[in-house]
């Protein structure tokens, strides 16, 4: 009788040929997909709630205002300050944002411009109301308002 000669395994070995484009791969993927946040923000941002809220349609023409306490408040105090871009402001420094924020926009969107307020729900409505009207005088009568949604808890 033959003998049969038993075939040694082959080594399991994973081809590694390919991990670099794998690597590149998902990179390419990560940086395509990340958003980085422009505005570094200095106030406390808790968010109100509400019942009935609908989505941004077009998000170019949002600018953002926050309100609300300063995170460092050793330095800039506790009561609520507004705050665009990265620095602090006046309710009178909002004209001229308003103004820059147009001109960023081309001339048939400049009337679509959206002003959305992120306001702390601890804040005052006197700053708001003085954010509100510098707007007014803005001609920027196009005003969100971020909030939450609520939830309803069933007992």
């Known amino acids: 009788m033959s003998k049969f000669k038993k075939k040694s395994k082959a080594s399991q070995d994973i081809p590694t040929s390919a991990l670099p484009d794998i690597i590149f791969m998902l990179l390419f993927f990560f940086m395509t997909t990340t958003t980085m946040r422009t505005d570094d923000i200095k106030v406390q941002q ?5 019942s009935q809220l ?36 006046e309710p009178e420094d ?31 409505m006197g700053i708001v109301t003085d954010v509100q009207e510098a707007l007014k005088e803005a001609n920027a009568l196009k005003v969100l308002y971020t909030s939450l949604q609520k939830t309803d808890k069933m007992p």
């Open 54 to 89: 609908s989505k941004i349609e077009k998000k170019s023409l949002v600018s953002y205002i926050y309100v609300g306490a300063p995170k460092e408040t050793d330095r800039f105090g506790t009561e609520p300050v507004i705050q665009i871009n990265d620095v602090f402001a």
């Open 46 to 50: 808790r968010f109100p709630q509400a």
């Open 94 to 124: 909002l004209i001229l944002y308003v103004a820059k924020e147009k001109d960023k926009l081309p001339d048939y969107e400049r009337d679509q411009i959206n002003m959305a307020m992120k306001v702390d729900k601890e804040a005052k």
